[in-house]
């Protein structure tokens, strides 16, 4: 175990579970997702039967040759995530957008469970 | 005597595959209490944060990367005194959404300062800043002075 701590992570990838925040606006479910500076090839948003799953992978940096390392704390990883999807959330309609190193992701609700206002009458 | 239920442990080759997974769960236990929270825990007493940080060197200049996510360019500050570079701004939470309308919320707000020594002398007034991706790169020339100089040996 110990060997495996002090040996050489670089060429190891570690999974990272992102922070995020979860929210409603507007009717809609979004999950706001700290993960900066990935390579949006990587990006990976689906729906799989019940589970949303959320992954992407940080971009390697390119480094001039002139450049020496003196210093290093931003880990190569990659960040992945499971969310169970309640039933009434639409699998159909899901949009992301990543920017500043934020991906947002936007659920809708199925018509069937949004609020449905009713009009009273007054005399 | 509990009731255990029996398993064959016949060659030492079991208990080998069973270290193995043993060592396998340490290590996950590692890697994801190492990665994740880097400066501390996130509770109400050790709530600190600020970002993670690359420094690389070459002859002509200091690069830093710093991962700063979510922000925009005015909610950064960065200055150079005496030597040492400051990272300084406030994460903020966005406005529109109401409390009551978060159902998870692990994002740090807040606050965040970092001082960075330079180990040479530099140009203040010649820093390349850019921001993309929530990260932050900063090119910084060395002083010419601060640069190192090759000495020409004459062979007689």
């Known amino acids: 175990m110990l060997d495996n701590l002090i040996k050489n992570k670089k060429d190891e990838i570690v999974t990272v579970p992102p922070s995020i925040n979860i929210y409603s606006e507007n009717e809609n479910i979004v999950l706001a997702v700290e993960i900066p500076?990935?390579?949006?090839?990587?990006?990976?948003?689906?729906?799989?039967?019940?589970?949303?799953?959320?992954?992407?992978?940080?971009?390697?940096d390119e480094i001039g040759?002139?450049?020496?390392?003196?210093?290093?704390?931003?880990?190569?990883?990659?960040?992945?995530?499971?969310?169970?999807?309640?039933?009434?959330?639409d699998r159909e309609t899901i949009k992301a957008n990543y920017e500043h190193g934020i991906l947002k992701v936007t659920l809708q609700k199925k018509e069937a469970a949004l609020p449905k206002k009713i009009a009273i009458k007054y005399d | 005597?509990?009731?255990?239920?029996?398993?064959?442990?016949?060659?030492?080759l079991d208990s080998f595959a069973e270290m193995e997974n043993i060592q396998k769960q340490m290590n996950q236990l590692f890697d994801f209490s190492l990665s994740r929270n880097l400066f501390g825990d996130n509770t109400l007493l050790g709530g600190e944060w600020a970002p993670a940080v690359d420094i690389y060197?070459?002859?002509?200049?200091?690069?830093?990367?710093?991962?700063?996510?979510?922000?925009?360019?005015d909610e950064v500050e960065v200055t150079i005194q005496n030597n040492n570079l400051i990272l300084k701004g406030e994460k903020k939470k966005e406005k529109e959404i109401k409390e009551e309308n978060y159902y998870r919320a692990e994002r740090f707000y807040g606050?965040?300062?970092?001082?960075?020594?330079?180990?040479?002398?530099?140009?203040?007034?010649?820093?390349?800043?850019?921001?993309?991706?929530?990260?932050?790169?900063?090119?910084?020339?060395?002083?010419?002075?601060a640069k190192p100089k090759q000495i020409t040996i004459d062979v007689k």
């Open chain 1, 65 to 89: 040759k002139e450049y020496c390392e003196r210093h290093k704390e931003r880990k190569f990883v990659e960040y992945k995530r499971e969310f169970e999807l309640n039933p009434e959330i």
């Open chain 1, 37 to 60: 500076g990935v390579d949006k090839d990587t990006l990976d948003v689906h729906i799989d039967g019940d589970n949303l799953h959320i992954g992407a992978r940080k971009k390697r």
């Open chain 2, 1 to 12: 005597m509990s009731l255990i239920p029996y398993r064959k442990q016949s060659t030492w």
């Open chain 2, 57 to 73: 060197d070459s002859k002509d200049n200091i690069l830093i990367k710093a991962d700063l996510p979510g922000l925009t360019k």
């Open chain 2, 111 to 145: 606050s965040f300062y970092r001082t960075i020594p330079l180990s040479t002398a530099v140009e203040t007034d010649k820093v390349d800043a850019s921001y993309k991706d929530g990260v932050l790169t900063l090119k910084i020339p060395k002083k010419e002075e």
